[in-house]
C-alpha cells in the first residue's frame, strides 16, 4: 500500500507545482473577466462578460461594468480600452443631463502588471506616460495608444480605461469638427 501512496504524492506535486510556476510567471494572473459578445436590445447594447475562474456569463451594459471596479479592473488592458471608449459614448449622450459621475480610476490604482504608466495630459489632449523601470518618459495621442495593440497591452486596466475614455472622447471632437479618421478598433473588442 505504501508503494502505491509514494508516486501518486509525487505525481501530485508535480502537478501542483508546475501549475504554481505557471500561475506565477504569467502575467495574466490579474485578468479575472473578459467580454466574450456583445448583442443590441432596444438600441442598447449589453455585452456577455465571463469569470476567468467559474465560467460564468454576466449579461451587462456598458455603465454596470465601468462602475464595478472589481470587473473593470479585472478586464485585460485591451478590453478595458473598448470599455473606456464605449464609455466615452455614453458620457458624450448624457453631457446634457449634467450627471455626477463617479471616479472610476482613482482607486485600484496599485501598479500590478504594468510596464507603462499615464504621468499626465498637456492642454492639446495629448497623454505623458512612463516606463515602469527606466523612468523613460513619452508623450502620444490617446487614439494612437489606443490603436497600438502592443502598446495598450502594456498598461493596467484602470490606465487602459482612461486612455479609452480619452481617445473615445478625442474621436467623437473629431466627429463634431468635421475630421472623421478612420478608426479601427477591431482588436479592443475581444481578447482571446
Known amino acids: 500500500m505504501s508503494g502505491l501512496i509514494e508516486p501518486l504524492k509525487k505525481t501530485f506535486s508535480d502537478l501542483f507545482s ?10 495574466n494572473q490579474f485578468i479575472l473577466y473578459r467580454i ?5 436590445i432596444d438600441d442598447q447594447e449589453n455585452y456577455k462578460v465571463q469569470c476567468a475562474f467559474t465560467k460564468a456569463i454576466l449579461d ?17 488592458p485591451i478590453q478595458s480600452c ?26 485600484y490604482k496599485i501598479g500590478r502588471y504594468h510596464t ?6 498637456n492642454r492639446s489632449g495629448a497623454l505623458t506616460i512612463e516606463h515602469r523601470n527606466s523612468k523613460e518618459q513619452f508623450v502620444y495621442d490617446a487614439i494612437d495608444i489606443a490603436l497600438s495593440r502592443e502598446l495598450i497591452g502594456e498598461f493596467n486596466a484602470a490606465d487602459a480605461f482612461q486612455i479609452g475614455v480619452l481617445a473615445g472622447l478625442q474621436y467623437i471632437n473629431n466627429l463634431k469638427r468635421g475630421k472623421e479618421p478612420a478608426l479601427n478598433i477591431n482588436h479592443l473588442r475581444l481578447v482571446k
Request: proline share 0%; charged share 25%.
Open 18 to 27: 508546475r501549475s504554481l510556476k505557471k500561475i506565477n510567471s504569467d502575467d
Open 36 to 40: 466574450v459578445d456583445s448583442y443590441t
Open 60 to 76: 451587462l451594459r456598458i455603465d454596470e461594468i465601468v462602475f464595478d471596479l472589481d470587473i473593470l479592473h479585472g478586464l485585460h
Open 82 to 107: 473598448f470599455v473606456g471608449m464605449e464609455h466615452a459614448k455614453v458620457l458624450n449622450q448624457k453631457s446634457r443631463a449634467h450627471k455626477q459621475q463617479k471616479n472610476v480610476t482613482s482607486s
Open 116 to 121: 507603462y504608466c499615464l504621468v499626465a495630459q
